[in-house]
């Protein structure tokens, strides 16, 4: 148990639908990292969240947003859904603000019929 | 921009057979390398990780070390158990610590 939690476990969804992905990092992590899992594309990186502030984006679209809360818990934002977004959400934190190793929380398994 | 390349799998293996998941990256300035393994149905878990050039991670009996003259993260074990099998990614971290980039994994299959 990696101490990272991340809900729902399973979503199912249609296109065109939004969802919101849940995240509870590690205690003491400030840093949230969320990454999408897909066959096709592998592990990518979407966006980096440090205390509450955006600290670095990847391949994350602009359907897509997230936020880090005061209690330092992210959502994940998905709307418009496409059958392409069918993936597995990952959300990962670390102590620090970069360099550090992350720690995974088991996954949310996204399916948009 | 920065990237990391791994062998591609599955790679399957007999147990006690000795191992070996080649990982390349391509990077400005010095990363952070990093090996994960996931289990079926799991999340990534940090499996070893250096910081600089020659450094040497290792834990649980693997290894990798940083080899910045080859631009090489390779991972090895002496001695491959049924419990390894599972799927092992190459990372790292840019040199500004925001970028994250994974390689697409390797899948193991130990059998006995």
């Known amino acids: 148990d990696s101490g990272v939690t991340q809900t729902p476990k399973h979503l199912i969804t249609a296109t065109g639908q939004r969802v919101t992905l849940r995240c509870s990092p590690r205690?003491?992590?400030?840093?949230v990292y969320w990454y999408q899992q897909s066959l096709d594309q592998g592990l990518q990186f979407l966006i980096q969240?440090?205390?509450?502030?955006?600290?670095a984006k990847g391949n994350i679209l602009e359907r897509f947003s997230a936020q880090q809360f005061p209690d330092l818990h992210s959502e994940l934002n998905l709307s418009s859904l496409e059958l392409g977004d069918s993936a597995l959400y990952f959300c990962?934190?670390?102590?620090?603000?970069?360099?550090?190793?992350?720690?995974f929380g088991p996954g949310t398994r996204l399916t948009v019929t | 921009g920065d990237s990391v390349t791994q062998m591609e799998g599955p790679v399957t293996l007999s147990e006690e057979a000795f191992l070996t998941i080649n990982c390349t990256y391509t990077a400005t300035g010095y990363p952070s390398l990093f090996w994960y393994v996931q289990y079926p149905g799991e999340g990534l878990q940090l499996l070893l990780k250096?910081?600089?050039?020659?450094d040497k991670g290792s834990n649980k009996g693997f290894e990798a070390t940083y080899r910045k003259e080859t631009t090489s993260f390779h991972l090895e074990k002496g001695s491959v158990q049924v419990s390894d099998s599972a799927v092992y990614f190459c990372a790292l971290s840019d040199r500004t610590g925001n970028q994250f980039y994974f390689g697409t994994g390797t899948s193991l299959t130990v059998i006995p």
């Open positions: 205690s003491g992590d400030l840093s």
């Open positions: 250096a910081t600089k050039a020659d």
């Open positions: 969240y440090y205390n509450g502030e955006e600290r």
């Open positions: 990962a934190s670390s102590v620090g603000e970069g360099r550090n190793e992350q720690y």
